[in-house]
């Protein structure tokens, strides 16, 4: 069986999620407001991103905790038009 990847989802966990919310809608993503501790967030190409807070993926998964490391959190890569303007969002 010849299997190929067709859409992804990115998961963030959260301790905040609102701060989540402001940094994506700052990014230019429209994040719709939160009717409970999860946001699901439409990308071009027919993938996801997905924010949950640390407590509703702990309720779901029983045992999980948070990684001790932030850098194990998430990584995620997003392209803008110049140097500058990374420099402009990282200051905001």
Known sequence: ???RLTSAVFQVFAQDLQR????YR???LPVPNPEMPH????????N???LDTEETIAGMHPGWAPPSSPAS???LALGVGS??????LFEK
């Open 1 to 3: 069986m010849d299997i």
């Open 20 to 23: 989540s919310i402001d940094f």
């Open 26 to 28: 700052l990014l230019g």
């Open 39 to 46: 946001v699901a967030v439409e990308l071009p190409g027919g």
């Open 48 to 50: 996801s991103l997905s």
């Open 73 to 75: 959190r998430l990584s």
């Open 83 to 88: 140097p500058s303007e990374v420099d402009a």
